[in-house]
Structure formats: structure tokens, C-alpha cells
């Protein structure tokens, strides 16, 4: 009888082992992209609830200093508890990173736990950007080897991001490849988030990801000290794929490792949404610009969507928070309609209360389109279909949303997008977004990265 | 249309209102009980791996100091780590009690995060008793909810713990019954807790409760702080069950609530085993004693056991830890057989290296009952089969294990085993001992729970 293929035990050697000169200089100069797009993110939390309440557990409950930086407060805590605040802040506003394959947000569960291990342990720039790559490698693969059944049910970022952040949290802390299994298994039985919450517009997203970025490390941390975890955490009789999961597909934890880079595959946000509208919406801003469309123009749009979409954003009829907005196709194609962009400022100020928004939301509906539902999640398919008052009807189709690999953000963009993010909430002055910014595209080459104010 | 039954409401709603006055004597007395059981299996645990990695992590990502004990070391830190080490504690050298229809272990996820609250909040013996109530009363009757699929993947005690803890931890924090939903949403969020680690003998059981008990505390905390939780955590479409059982029962959650005190349906261990090993235990133990046999008398054993029994203790054949030995029906067995006890300093001593005991594991085999397995949760039957030697075929049969409610241990016995476990690991001299017994006897009138020692 030959043994199985020690899919965990592959993924661990492949990241225990994976070192900053390994990494084409590509992957480095995305991973900088990505790790600013996740600080412009945590930043834009500041004050919005529920992020001060995060902040009062950690202050109650973690020590009153510490080695790593709490973003949106400039306090100093342990890792454990900057790694709790800077995750739950970072997936608040809906502008944080997503893969499409995996439907994994890495950033938001991968960066803050990455960061404050490598405040607590004095890392450089390039040992942090190293680990980050780990981390959403591993997170990446795992979230595909879950496979579109584990997503119906549970938040893939909560339950993977757990274990993505102990891959980061490992590799600073040098694991060895059996270390590393141990961290995995340590995260991975503690991997955990449902969907349950969005139905109610509850503030559970934000806890998903503080849980993921602090058990993540807490599981490595346990692991260098000797703590062991299971061996198959993840493709194991009684382990994750076999609780959570009916497709899991075990060659995707190994896919390519080492030259398929998933990093690269990372989109970034646009639209300040839930990223299953942001197909749909930029076919319909590329259709309404095409035919010179105003809003008052449309009788009714069809969004033709995957069934990953229905399943997510069909629970809410009528939002009434600004978060439930971001989860309302309806809103989020007035918005487009409207305004021309879904921005943080269009949702705060014009989702819940223009009744012009309103009017569109009533004319959209989805509609489960084979074609797009067959591409997902390795494409994600903008299609709309739109009758017009005068009674036409009329196609848009747009095959890569601002923001995919195929149609990214530039540096400058980027660079935008962080200025208005930092804005937005007044957590830091225009000249200390500059100096974020520009201590960001330098990260690689920086000897320490304990403060990033 | 109707709507559906609101069942997380209503229990939440029976949990947020439990008063201490409303708690029969009987209720209060075992829950001393209960609690004493519980405080002694945690300093059982003193030195043993891997609870000083527990106390490292907290050292080192905690305050230095704090409101509640951390048992082990008599150190203080916050509420959150108090009762993260506390529950890993008393999960580890498998005394700790167990509800049989539930199939959760109460206590190593109830009393550390309850007692860590208490401690933090300035609460009574009366209000702990009372949050400790209510936190079996719902951790059961969700444990039963979940069901038997439920418990074939997942560790009911680290899943169901996180909400048992969280509704105790929200009792003392007097939450509202809207705010005890919220504190249900944010813990059954979190739920997690794989067997996969069973068959490494890794060390995720007490990683398990540690994570049930800190995480339910923090769902409670948030909660009181206005952070909001799904409504229907346990029954909704995306919830719990939904994602982790096939066979669950809403009614199950709500029944009898206020006239059934499940609470009293727990049972104390006996023997220093997985509890799934002590209906055979005892039934051996019952024939040997009646027929006269010692170990070498005996060629055979079937231990007639429920299915849980096979896949939880199913996946090692020869165990290399003592841990894993506790999961072995086999060594238990041998213990029994040469020893006639299978307590800790047996396991400790003996399970691994007394070749009596290894050449008896290998005589016994498990065999699934139709009789034992029908009334399984709900009972917990002995049935063994043994051939002697000299070729006759015997019958155990034993229907309630040593330390079921119909086969309780005393007050003295239960001091009896206290003493031990402090004992075992040194954590407490007989005088300290004693006062803590003492204290624990009237816990009931303490005005304040500050200081177990």
C-alpha cells in the first residue's frame, strides 16, 4: 500500500523554506502594492464603529505597551493584539485585496499578522516581505483546495486566513518544516467564520478577520515553542476539507509552488463593495458611458451573475446600514449609475439616503448566467443586460474588472486610492500619507520595519 | 407566512434572565461540585506539556499583571488569557466531567472563562455560580443541537465551548437578551475545534479549549461593548449547523428550559481516560471482580462500544504518548486489568511501559453494539466479552459508569480526587488543598471570588 501524498507536508517544506532571494522582483514590488493598499485600509477604519470597540477589548485585555503598532490608534501592544485591532480595522471599508480563485482577501488576515511579528521579533523589510509571500501562497492554495462548497457556508478568509497568517507568522519565526505542519494544524483547528452574519448586517466580518490574523499567529508562535497540531490539518480523515468542505480538490495545495507565483493573481479593490458587485458594475459603467446613458435613462438592468454572488450578496432586499449597502448589487449599480463611482464617500454619504439610489436599486435584479458562473472564480465575467425607457435592450460585457491582474491599479493610482483612504477617516495628514507611501516602495531595502508611522 | 421560530432568541432570552434565586439547592451544591472538579483538574496540569508553552505565550502577549489567576503558576494577568491558559489547564489530564447526550466536557470551557470574568468584574460566588449554569444549560442543550454528525469531525467541546463560554461570561456581564444574541453570533463565528490532531496524539485538545473559553469571553466583552452578532448563529441558513451538522435538531435548544437542569445530568470522571473508555472499563472491572480473573487469566476481550467510540478512539493502534494511551481502549483495558484503576499516576507510571499492559492491549478489540450505540448519547452502556484461558466466553455488562448521575461520586470522594490531582502535579500542598475545598464547599456565600488561594 503506498502511503498518501503529504499534501500539508509539501505546502510546509515549500514555505518553511522560501526565501526573500527566491522572489522574482515582481512578486517583491506587488507584495509593496498590496502592503500599502492593507494600510491605507486598516487607516480608514479609524473611528468607525465597530473598530473603537476593538480597540477597548485590546486595551483591556493586552499589555498598556508593546512591540507592535496598533494602525489606526498609534498605540503599541503585543503582537498578538495589533495583529486583532490591525485585521478587524483593514477589512472594514470594503478596499482591501482580494483572489479571484480562491475568493480568499489576503491582505486583511496575512499583512497584520506579518507585521506585528515582525515588529515583536525585529525583522527587516525584506524578512517581512518574504513572509508575507508565504503566507498568501499558502493561503491561496488552501482557499482553492477548499473549493466553491467551503464559500457557500463559511467566510474563506476567516477560516483560511487563519492558516495563512500562521504560514506568515512562521516563516519570521524561521520554523522548520515540521514546525511549520504543527502551525498549520494549530490554525487550522481553530479556523472558523460563517455567513450567517451578512443577512443581518452584523459585525462579524470584522471579527473573522482579527480571529485569523491572532489565533494565525498565536498557532506559530505555539509552534516554536514546541506546541504540535495535527499532521493532515488540512486533507485529513477529521480535518478541515472533510468538516468544511464537499470539493476539496488536494492538488491545489501543491499547485506550482515555487513558480506559479498566486501573489501576482491578487486583485485590487475599485469600488468600495463587496468585490461579487464589481463585475457587474464596471460592464455597466462601460455600457452607460458607450451609449451616453444617464440614470433616468433605465428601465430595469439584469446582472448576470455566478451563483457565488446570489449566495452572498441575495440575503439582503433593502440595506439599511452603509455595510449592507456594499453587499446590495441594487445600490452598488445606483451608486454607478448615479455618481459614476462607488466609492467610501458615495456609500457614507448618498447609499442610504438618495432616493435617486433607491429608485435603481429597485430596477436591478440578478440572474444566475452559465457562462459567467462556469468562468468563476478564475475569471470573474462583468455582465449586464439593460432596458432603456425607449424601450431598447442593451448588452454589456466587460471580462476583467478594475483592479484584476489583467487590468490593474498603477503605482500612481494606488498611490491615490491610499491618499483618499488615509483622508477619509483622518487617520493620518496628507504629508504623512506621503512619507507612508514612500516608506512603503522602499520596504524592501528597509533594515527594520518597527514603526510605520 | 410564519415566521420561523426565533430559537437562538429564546434561549438567549432564558440565559440573559437566570437568576441565582431562581437555582434549586441541588443545582447549586453540584455546581460547587462541579467547580471543585474542575479547579483541581486544572492544577493537575501544573508543569506537564504543553501548559508552560500556554503560559509562555501569555506572559509574553498579555499584561504582566491583571484581575484574574491564571491557576498553574498563581500568576494574575487579563480575563482573556486568565481563562486561556486556565482552560487549557484543565483539559489535559482527561478529569475534567462530561455531559453524555452532548458529548461536551462543561466545565474546561464553562468555569475558566466564567471565573476569569467574575474576577475581572468584582462578581460573587452566587452570580459565578448562577453564569456558570447558564453557561452548561445552553452549552448543552447546543451540543445536543448539533448533534452526532457534529461530533464525528468536530470537537463539540471546542465548538459548543465557545458559545458556553460566551453566554457565561455574558451572564455576569448582565447582558441583555438582545446583546446575549450578539454574544452568540460573535462566539458561534468563532466556533472551532477538529479531531484530526487525535490520531498524531498532537497537542490541540487543550489548544481547543483554551481558544473556546478566551474567544467566548471576547464575544461577551464585545457584545456589551455594542459589537453585534448574527441572530440565528445556531439555526439560520448560513449558521452552525448548517455548516457543521447533518443531523441537528433546533428543539433540542430549547428544551425544557427552566424546568430541566441538564447541568445535573453531568458526570464526574473516574478513571484518568477519554470518558469514551469507561463503560468497558468498568464492566471489565465489574467481571473480573465477580468471576475472580486477573489479567493473565484472560486470552480476549470485545468491548461492545457506540459508534463515537470507534472514531474517536479508532484512529491509534498503539499509542506513544500518554495522552494517547488516554485514547487507547486497549491500554485502559490493561490498565484496568493489572492495576485494577486507570488513574493518572497509572497512565503516568505504567501505560507505556509495563509490557503486562501492552501484551493486554493487543487482546482487546472494540466492536460496534446495535444495543449500545441506540442508546448512545443518552446512555453510556459497559459491554465487554471475555474468553479465558482456559476457553470460557464471559459477559460484562455495567449501565451507568462510575460518576453518572445514577453512579455519582460523593463529597468525599470528590475531595478525595481533588487532593490527588493537586497531588500529581505538586500545584498545591495538602494544606492549600484543604482550603481551597473549603472555600469551594461555600462558594455559594462568597462576596467575592478574587482569589481561589
Not at 515553542?225 to 495535527?230: E, M
Not at 439584469?302 to 439599511?320: E, K, S, T, W
Request: glycine letters at 8%; proline letters at 4%; aromatic letters at 6%.
Amino acid at each position: 500500500m503506498t502511503a498518501p501524498r503529504a499534501y500539508t507536508q509539501e505546502l510546509a517544506e515549500f514555505v518553511a523554506g522560501l526565501r526573500y532571494d527566491q522572489l522574482p522582483p515582481a512578486v517583491v514590488a506587488r507584495t509593496e502594492e498590496l502592503f500599502l493598499d492593507w494600510a491605507a485600509s486598516a487607516l480608514a477604519a479609524k473611528g468607525l464603529h465597530p473598530i473603537p470597540q476593538f480597540e477597548g477589548f485590546a486595551r483591556a485585555m493586552g499589555p498598556a505597551s508593546g512591540p507592535a503598532e496598533i494602525l489606526v490608534s498609534r498605540t503599541r501592544s503585543s503582537a498578538f493584539f495589533a495583529a486583532w485591532v490591525n485585521a478587524a480595522s483593514s477589512h472594514l471599508v470594503e478596499q482591501d485585496d482580494l483572489h479571484n480563485s480562491s475568493v480568499l482577501h489576503p491582505a486583511t488576515v496575512v499583512f497584520p499578522a506579518a507585521l506585528a511579528a515582525a515588529q515583536d521579533l525585529g525583522k527587516s523589510g525584506a524578512e517581512l516581505i518574504a513572509a508575507s509571500v508565504a503566507g498568501y501562497e499558502a493561503g491561496i492554495r488552501i482557499g482553492e483546495f477548499l473549493g466553491r462548497s467551503h464559500y457557500k457556508i463559511f467566510h474563506t478568509t476567516a477560516t483560511v486566513g487563519t492558516l495563512a497568517a500562521a504560514v506568515a507568522v512562521g516563516r519570521l519565526l524561521d520554523l522548520t518544516p515540521a514546525q511549520m505542519v504543527n502551525a498549520l494544524g494549530s490554525a487550522g483547528t481553530q479556523a472558523a467564520g460563517l455567513w450567517e452574519f451578512l443577512r443581518d448586517a452584523a459585525d462579524s466580518k470584522q471579527l473573522h478577520t482579527a480571529h485569523a490574523a491572532a489565533n494565525g499567529l498565536a498557532a506559530a508562535y505555539l509552534a516554536k515553542s514546541g506546541v504540535t497540531g495535527a499532521q493532515r490539518i488540512l486533507e485529513g480523515a477529521q480535518g478541515l476539507a472533510a468538516g468544511m468542505s464537499s470539493d476539496a480538490d488536494p492538488a491545489r495545495l501543491v499547485d506550482r509552488l515555487g513558480s506559479r507565483w498566486a501573489l501576482l493573481e491578487t486583485s485590487f479593490k475599485f469600488h468600495s463593495s463587496c468585490r461579487h458587485t464589481h463585475p457587474a458594475a464596471d460592464a455597466l459603467l462601460d455600457l452607460m458611458q458607450r451609449e451616453g446613458l444617464a440614470a433616468s435613462d433605465i428601465a430595469a438592468v439584469i446582472a448576470r451573475v455566478h451563483q457565488g454572488a446570489i449566495d452572498v450578496l441575495g440575503a439582503v432586499d433593502v440595506p439599511v446600514t452603509v455595510h449592507q449597502a456594499k453587499f446590495s448589487m441594487g445600490t452598488v449599480l445606483g451608486l454607478i449609475a448615479v455618481y459614476g463611482k462607488a466609492g467610501l464617500e458615495e456609500f457614507r454619504d448618498h447609499a442610504l439616503s438618495d432616493p435617486r439610489v433607491a429608485a435603481f436599486r429597485a430596477k436591478v435584479r440578478m440572474a444566475l448566467d452559465p457562462e459567467v458562473d462556469g468562468a468563476y472564480p478564475r475569471r470573474w465575467l462583468g455582465r449586464v443586460e439593460v432596458t432603456t425607457l425607449d424601450g431598447r435592450t442593451l448588452r454589456g460585457a466587460l471580462d476583467e474588472p478594475k483592479g484584476d491582474p489583467g487590468n490593474p491599479l498603477s503605482r500612481a493610482e494606488l498611490e491615490d486610492k491610499a491618499r483618499r483612504l488615509a483622508r477619509f477617516s483622518g487617520a493620518a495628514s496628507e504629508a504623512e500619507a506621503s512619507a507612508l507611501i514612500a516608506r512603503v516602495w522602499s520596504l524592501h531595502e528597509a533594515s527594520s520595519v518597527a514603526s510605520l508611522f
